[in-house]
Every structure is written in structure tokens, then in C-alpha cells.
């Protein structure tokens, strides 16, 4: 059974960071493609940034490059989502996600997901 289990999110002030992690349980970690997505209330879900298989490529989308990196560490199973210069629009509910080998930026093709954690950035 496959498990992605997301944490660290909270409420930060305008200008803050925060580190999300997404450990993932129940599959081979090393084959498959982690993405970061985030939906915001009456907002679609929306593509953030993802990694490859082997953490040596990465995507992000325009309104969070140069502010957010993701990394991963095959050895932990762990995909993290490093969050800097917070913005209030970008509070949401941050999700980790699974795709077997390539990352994608739509999250129609990704095959599993975590539940979800919320970011709240105030001004």
C-alpha cells in the first residue's frame, strides 16, 4: 500500500519560509517522480514544482521559481519542498505526488497523492 505523508506546513508571516517534507511509504521511491501541487480555497489544484527520479532535474512553476526548491533523499524516501519569501497567495493546501519515472506538470498524471498540508502566510 502506498503512502505519501506530507508535514511541516503552518501559518508564517509575509516574507518567512517554511520546509515541507513528503516521506513515502510502500513503493520503490528511487523510480518514480515527485511533484508538489497546492489548491487554494475555490481554486483549481495547481502545479508547483517537481523533481526527477534521481533529484538531478527539477521544474518549477514561474510564480514560485527563485523562491522555492524542492530536493529529494532516495535513502529516507523523503521529497522535500524548501519555501522562501512567502507570499500570501501562496497559502493553500501543499500536496506531495507520485509519477512513475518522469515528473509532469499536470496532476492528472500523477498516480499517487499525500492528504495534504496546510500553508497559511499572513500579511
Known amino acids: 500500500q502506498v503512502q505519501l505523508v506530507e508535514s511541516g506546513g503552518g501559518l508564517v508571516q509575509a516574507g518567512g519560509s517554511l520546509r515541507l517534507s513528503c516521506a513515502a511509504s510502500?513503493?520503490?521511491?528511487?523510480?518514480?517522480?515527485m511533484g508538489w501541487f497546492r489548491q487554494a480555497p475555490g481554486k483549481e489544484r495547481e502545479f508547483v514544482g517537481a523533481?526527477?527520479?534521481?533529484?538531478?532535474?527539477?521544474d518549477y512553476a514561474e510564480s514560485v521559481k527563485g523562491r522555492f526548491t524542492i530536493s529529494r533523499d532516495n535513502a529516507k524516501k523523503t521529497v522535500y519542498l524548501q519555501m522562501n519569501s512567502l507570499k500570501p497567495e501562496d497559502t493553500a493546501v501543499y500536496y506531495c505526488a507520485a509519477r512513475a519515472w518522469t515528473y509532469a506538470t499536470q496532476y492528472e498524471l500523477y498516480n499517487y497523492w499525500g492528504q495534504g498540508t496546510q500553508v497559511t502566510v499572513s500579511s
Open positions: 523533481i526527477s527520479w534521481t533529484g538531478g532535474s527539477a
Open positions: 510502500g513503493l520503490t521511491f528511487s523510480n518514480w517522480a
